[in-house]
């Protein structure tokens, strides 16, 4: 571990959050990527995961003393993404990391650009190729990476 640098992803992600609510997940989880990138994705989702509750905790209480808060809002996000929670964790802590990190960069890639205010619909066509990108990728990856295999099993 990488005490430092790891304290100041923190510091600055903390700021992040607290100013944007944007960073918990996708800012955070990049940095510890180029910090760590040895760990695998589903580590990183995990450890990215339990950071999050301490910090996501602080910037809502926060936001809440300053009364910036619709409760009823959150309350139905919250009650509705919980199941999603729960399925998604599941699918993330035995999928390949290869798949966890291209659901990263496409989830990734849609924030950004409606953070550059792109039209929904475009955001929703350039997420629909990247997906398809992605898919041909991945199924180009696998007889390649099969025909690696029979290369090295002695004979």
Do not use: C, W
Request: glycine share 10%; charged share 10%.
């Amino acid at each position: 571990m990488r005490p430092l640098p790891t304290l100041l992803i923190g510091i600055m992600g903390g700021l992040v959050v607290g100013l944007t609510s944007v960073g918990s997940g996708s800012l955070i989880i990049v940095a510890l990527l180029a910090l760590y990138p040895k760990l695998r994705a589903n580590d990183l989702v995990g450890t990215d995961l339990v950071q999050a509750i301490p910090l996501v905790t602080a910037a809502a209480v926060g936001h809440a003393l300053f009364g910036d808060l619709h409760l009823d809002i959150a309350g139905a996000v919250v009650l509705g993404s919980i199941p999603g929670v729960l399925i998604g964790s599941r699918i993330s802590s035995r999928a390949p990391g290869a798949l966890v990190r291209s659901a990263l960069i496409i989830v990734l890639l849609a924030s950004s650009l409606k953070l550059f205010d792109v039209p929904t619909t475009a955001v929703g066509v350039i997420t629909g190729v990247a997906i398809v990108v992605a898919i041909v990728i991945g199924l180009a990856k696998k007889p390649a990476a099969a025909e690696k295999e029979r290369e090295t099993v002695p004979v």
